[in-house]
């Protein structure tokens, strides 16, 4: 009866299915065929350590609106997302689920989902990218603390709970769960590796990278957090106060790329902390290309969006970044000024500051150790 109020869910996934002979990956960049043929309600392995379900989480925790954006989301794997929050989560954890349909060709892959309880829709009428659609979602939700997951996602076991209860016993940490793969080709569900933490090179590549060896001895315990200098971006816990305290994200970024580095920057120099719970698993289809177009183009978007956290975060450091991308010089970026001024405002720590006491791992490139120029 939880599905009640005339959703019809064999009638939403029928009218996408494939065509006969269709190339299953040509729409989303994943198996389109094997999404389908996948129940949404799928059981999936529990992936945690062993330790994880004896850990204990206060009674009261607080309730999070769950914020999903998307363009042109397979249906199936649409649904699958929302299907697996809401039957994974207790439901009093869970005060909406808002989609945020950015701009996609059928307003009704999102409008059709709103007949299942709990399930909002904000539609844009043009199309906005992933930075704006985020905030617009943000903007609306009523809980006093925020998840954002991408489209394409199935939450494990427990997810949620050991996230809301960093969040609850400091509002500044920001915390990212243990990423899984669900295959692109066969949609396996395949646990990740425990011992990864976000980082990146100077270009502002981000990479999985093994956690330093010092934090892995001093690591007993395995359900223990995982400082994180950055994190992927798609999957995150935030309190809403102090997303809308440190400002938000940068609305002048374009589409999608970029906005996880300004985000962490930005957290860890005003005054919070970015860390993987290990006891929390999400599963996501991670794709070898993007489905969809780029106004600007795919690399001139990026550009655009590394070249403003450069500019506004990296303070004497962006020398480094232009070096190893050099097709940044002389791009345009807009203006940051807002950005900078909001630095300021916060009196946000420097660029310094963070290789020295976040990522000492990142070493400059002409003297091969951190902090100096």
């Known amino acids: 009866e939880l599905w009640g109020r005339g959703f019809d869910e064999k009638a939403y996934l029928a009218a996408k299915q494939l065509k006969a002979g269709e190339d299953p990956y040509r729409q989303h960049a994943f198996n389109q065929l094997e999404s389908d043929k996948l129940s949404p309600d799928r059981a999936i392995r529990d992936t945690r350590h062993y330790s994880c379900p004896s850990v204990s989480y206060s009674a009261d925790l607080p309730a999070t609106s769950v914020i999903i954006t998307f363009h042109n ?30 701009f996609s060709s059928d307003p009704e892959d999102c409008l059709l989902l709103t007949r299942i309880p709990k399930v909002k829709c904000l539609r844009n009428d043009r199309r906005e990218g992933l930075i704006r659609s985020r905030v617009r979602g943000a903007d609306v939700a009523t809980a006093a603390v925020l998840t954002f997951l991408d489209s394409h996602c199935e939450v494990n076991t427990e997810w949620l709970q050991p996230m809301l209860q960093r969040v609850k016993e ?169 950005r900078i001024e909001q630095r300021k405002k916060m009196n946000c720590k420097s660029f310094r500051w963070y290789l020295d006491n976040v990522y000492p791992e990142l070493t400059s490139p002409q003297l091969g150790q951190s902090g100096s120029l």
């Open 170 to 338: 400091d509002h500044t940490r920001v915390v990212s769960p243990i990423i899984d793969v669900i295959s692109l080709d066969n949609f396996a569900y395949l646990a990740a590796s425990a011992d990864l933490r976000g980082g990146f090179d100077w270009s502002l590549h981000f990479k999985w990278e093994q956690i330093p060896l010092e934090q892995k001895i001093a690591r007993t315990d395995p359900t223990k957090p995982i400082r994180t200098p950055v994190i992927a971006g798609g999957i995150f816990v935030i309190d809403k106060s102090w997303f809308n305290h440190l400002g938000k994200y940068d609305a002048q970024m374009d589409i999608w790329g970029g906005e996880n580095f300004e985000l962490s920057f930005r957290v860890w120099m005003c005054g919070g902390s970015l860390e993987i719970v290990p006891c929390s698993r999400v599963g996501h289809v991670f794709r070898k290309r993007h489905p969809y177009n780029f106004p600007e183009g795919n690399a001139l978007t990026y550009i655009r969006n590394t070249k403003r956290t450069a500019e506004v975060w990296m303070d004497e450091y962006k020398q480094y970044y232009y070096e190893a991308r050099p097709s940044a010089i002389g791009k345009a970026f807009g203006s940051v000024a807002t």
């Open 73 to 102: 989301e397979a249906r199936s794997t649409l649904l699958r997302t929302v299907k697996s929050v809401l039957n994974r989560t207790p439901a009093s954890l869970i005060q909406e689920i808002i989609l945020v349909d950015d």
